[in-house]
Protein backbone atom coordinates (compact mmCIF):
# COMPACT_ATOMS: atom_id res chain seq x y z
CA UNK A 1 0.00 0.00 0.00
CA UNK A 2 1.54 3.40 -1.15
CA UNK A 3 2.34 5.67 2.26
CA UNK A 4 -0.29 8.22 2.71
CA UNK A 5 0.75 12.09 2.95
CA UNK A 6 -0.62 15.31 4.09
CA UNK A 7 0.19 18.45 2.99
CA UNK A 8 -0.66 21.56 4.53
CA UNK A 9 -2.01 24.48 2.20
CA UNK A 10 -2.19 28.15 2.95
CA UNK A 11 -5.99 29.47 3.45
CA UNK A 12 -5.11 32.28 0.93
CA UNK A 13 -4.22 29.89 -1.62
CA UNK A 14 -7.76 27.71 -1.40
CA UNK A 15 -9.81 30.48 -1.38
CA UNK A 16 -8.16 31.67 -4.73
CA UNK A 17 -8.37 27.77 -6.06
CA UNK A 18 -11.84 27.87 -5.30
CA UNK A 19 -12.71 31.01 -7.24
CA UNK A 20 -11.13 29.27 -10.36
CA UNK A 21 -12.72 25.59 -9.54
CA UNK A 22 -16.16 24.62 -7.98
CA UNK A 23 -15.01 21.38 -6.95
CA UNK A 24 -12.59 22.91 -4.52
CA UNK A 25 -13.71 22.47 -0.43
CA UNK A 26 -13.40 25.61 1.32
CA UNK A 27 -12.76 24.10 4.34
CA UNK A 28 -11.28 26.30 8.04
CA UNK A 29 -7.93 24.30 8.90
CA UNK A 30 -7.09 26.87 11.54
CA UNK A 31 -10.69 26.17 13.52
CA UNK A 32 -10.56 22.75 15.82
CA UNK A 33 -13.48 20.58 14.16
CA UNK A 34 -14.79 17.15 14.37
CA UNK A 35 -11.76 16.58 11.94
CA UNK A 36 -9.07 17.33 13.89
CA UNK A 37 -7.20 14.34 14.90
CA UNK A 38 -5.64 16.27 17.87
CA UNK A 39 -9.33 16.32 19.37
CA UNK A 40 -9.91 13.01 19.38
Same mark, same amino acid.
Given at each position: MPELKF #???DAD #? %? =?YL +? /? %? =? +? /?VPKIDY +? @? /?SAHDK @? @??
Amino acid at each position: MPELKF #YEVDAD #Y %I =DYL +S /K %I =D +S /KVPKIDY +S @A /KSAHDK @A @AH
